[in-house]
């Protein structure tokens, strides 16, 4: 409890506001409502295509990758699809519901951009293990963030990676470390504590859940052999 108090001193001193972390981006930041005539002068729904040159992580015939877009266009019914390109140069056509992830560049990551997407593609294989270590986001510490976002009656109990990143390190996640955070808030461990938010099928946001809920979530995932020696089962 020791450690607890010097993180929420460091975040209080550092002017950080914890309820600010729990602020999540608006759900449309993927699709929005744009109208276009069809041909029988009827109007479809489209949805706002992710621009060329975002980094995302997307599923194809069961398997996860990680690409780059190259190219947008919408088909009849107003749906988006893609042309992405994977680090390894192999090109996919893909509807928008197959991206899990996006990472728009920035102004500031346009320079550095190819080693960004090394970067990226070597996350994507990251395990919890490195994920944690990278991030350097305890079992304890994940444990904390469930436990300040459970208590803050002025928010919505809801985390993205980003504001983990945020309210643990009181300082802005990378582009790149709020994609680790974001997967790691996707594993096992982390579902102890948190559940998945989804919009249009993407995952966008964490629910805090409720303390039973989490004690009994625990206590099934200390009790299987695989995770007898997990950290965060002596927590």
């Given at each position: 409890?020791?450690?607890?108090?010097?993180?929420?001193?460091?975040?209080?001193?550092?002017?950080?506001?914890?309820?600010?972390?729990?602020?999540i981006p608006s759900k449309t930041t993927?699709?929005?409502a744009l109208c276009a005539s069809k041909g029988d002068g009827d109007e479809v729904v489209q949805q706002k295509a992710l621009t060329v040159g975002t980094l995302v992580e997307f599923e194809e015939k069961k398997r996860t990758h990680v690409g780059k877009i190259?190219?947008?266009e919408h088909k009849s019914n107003g749906g988006a699809r893609y042309s992405v390109e994977d680090h390894d140069g192999h090109k996919f056509d893909i509807p928008d519901k197959a991206v899990h992830y996006a990472m728009s560049i920035t102004p500031?990551?346009?320079?550095?951009?190819?080693?960004l997407f090394d970067e990226f593609a070597v996350a994507l294989e990251?395990?919890?293990?490195?994920?944690?270590?990278?991030?350097?986001?305890?079992?304890?510490?994940?444990?904390m963030a469930w436990e300040e976002a459970i208590e803050d009656e002025d928010s919505s109990h809801e985390i993205t990676g980003k504001s983990l990143v945020e309210l643990i390190h009181a300082h802005s996640a990378s582009a790149l470390d709020a994609y680790k955070a974001w997967r790691l808030l996707?594993?096992?461990?982390?579902?102890?504590?948190?559940?998945e938010i989804k919009s249009h099928g993407r995952v966008v946001a964490f629910k805090a859940k409720?303390?039973?809920?989490?004690?009994?979530?625990?206590?099934?995932?200390?009790?299987?052999?695989?995770n007898a020696e997990e950290d965060l089962c002596f927590v």
């Open positions: 409890m020791i450690r607890y108090a010097t993180i929420a001193s460091v975040l209080v001193l550092s002017g950080f506001s914890p309820a600010n972390a729990f602020v993927f699709t929005s190259t190219a947008s500031d990551n346009e320079r550095k951009v190819a080693a990251e395990g919890p293990s490195d994920l944690r270590k990278d991030l350097d986001i305890s079992p304890e510490l994940l444990q996707r594993t096992e461990s982390s579902h102890i504590f948190f559940k409720t303390t039973k809920a989490v004690e009994n979530a625990k206590r099934a995932f200390c009790t299987k052999a695989e």
